[in-house]
């Protein structure tokens, strides 16, 4: 099996796998890495380990070196000029009068290309735009047009459950989330209830969808007359967590019952 080392980049905050080239690693090393965009400023995750090659995307790129005082110092230097490039570019886009709304600057490690991510409700004709940019800092500028839950990764936030937004901390792609899968968990379809900062659904549905599909298949439907050792009753409720149901039993009585202990009655 291939050695890999788990290296975070800067921007897009992704976990990706490179080749460590026999250098010795350990996790928190600044590492320059070989990337599609040529080289980046990167974080070791993890120390270098065996992997199966059904789960690495061939071709396998390199550790190139761990950052010396130098890189870390041009580091440094790349993020306060994006800091400038992106008051800069807000200037830029009010005098053009561009429907627009830049979230975020990066500069390449080696400062050949700047890149302005940007959010629109539609198409942009930015070209002017990047003349302006290119003529005043003088290197390659691309503007890139992005989604809102790109925006959210970016800025970052704390979502509704109180903690910092997946996207940001763990999140490398974004996978379709549907409406199906709150209502597979019973969720209030209230979208302020279960839609993220970004105005979207919020990701977590995803999380545990696939345990509420094999819950509600063996589950009983909700009004469902059942026997259980509480006696006999119907379904008002579930508790998929705990793989049971809510069973309304005499006087009203509501009783939590595991489903192994659960039979439904079939219809006279």
């Given amino acids: 099996m291939p050695v890999v080392v788990s290296v975070s980049l800067k921007k897009s905050g992704k976990a990706l796998y490179f080749d460590p080239a026999n250098i010795k690693l350990e996790a928190d090393d600044k590492v320059i890495v070989e990337t599609v965009r040529g080289q980046e400023f990167g974080e070791v995750i993890q120390p270098p380990k065996e992997l199966p090659d059904n789960e690495l995307v061939a071709p396998l790129k390199r550790v190139i070196r761990v950052a010396t005082r130098e890189d ?24 053009h009068g561009l429907p627009m709304k830049l979230v975020e600057t990066e500069c390449l490690f080696d400062g050949s290309k700047m890149i302005f991510y940007f959010t629109a409700e539609g198409r942009v004709d ?4 990047v003349k302006d940019l290119a003529s005043t800092f003088k290197t390659r500028i691309e503007l890139r047009q992005i989604g809102v839950r790109d925006e959210a990764k970016f800025i970052g ?14 999140l490398s792609d974004f996978e379709p989330v549907s409406i199906k899968m709150a209502k597979e968990q019973n969720l209030p ?3 302020i209830k279960i839609s993220g900062i970004c105005g979207r659904l919020m990701c977590c549905l995803k999380y545990e969808t696939e345990f509420y599909e094999e819950f509600n298949k063996v589950a009983p439907k909700m009004g469902s007359h059942v026997a259980t050792p509480e006696g006999d009753g119907r379904v008002v409720g579930y508790c998929a967590p705990k793989q049971s149901v809510i069973v309304e039993v005499e006087n009203q009585r509501q009783v939590q019952v595991p489903l192994e202990d659960v039979k439904v009655q079939k219809k006279k």
Wanted: glycine share 8%; charged share 40%.
């Fill in 72 to 95: 870390i110092e041009q580091e440094k230097r790349n993020t306060a000029n994006e800091k400038k490039a992106f008051k800069t570019g807000l200037e830029k886009i009010k005098k």
């Fill in 126 to 129: 930015f070209r002017e735009l």
């Fill in 157 to 170: 936030g704390l979502g509704p459950c109180g903690r910092d937004l997946c996207c940001r901390l763990f």
């Fill in 189 to 191: 379809l209230n979208p």
